[in-house]
């Protein structure tokens, strides 16, 4: 039996926003609500600072998804 090829890396990155710290725990569910578009980890709790690890092919869409989130993001590194 012939071996199987490897699977390509996916290419991703971070993406770092800015939401009141109360909105944190909702701002998770919400994304994660999304399944698997993003991964979600609080860098700062007490500043609100989150980073989002997005594929380079749910990159547009969590974008999308930012501007329509019922709390105020702040995205902090924008192209």
Known sequence: MAEMPPKPAQQG??????????????FNKLIEGYDNLALVTTLDAKLGKVALWVSEY???????????LPIPVKLLNQE
């Open 58 to 68: 749910a990159k547009k869409d969590i974008l999308g998804i930012l501007k329509c």
């Open 13 to 26: 990155e971070t993406l770092f926003v800015e939401i009141a710290p109360a909105d944190i725990d909702f």
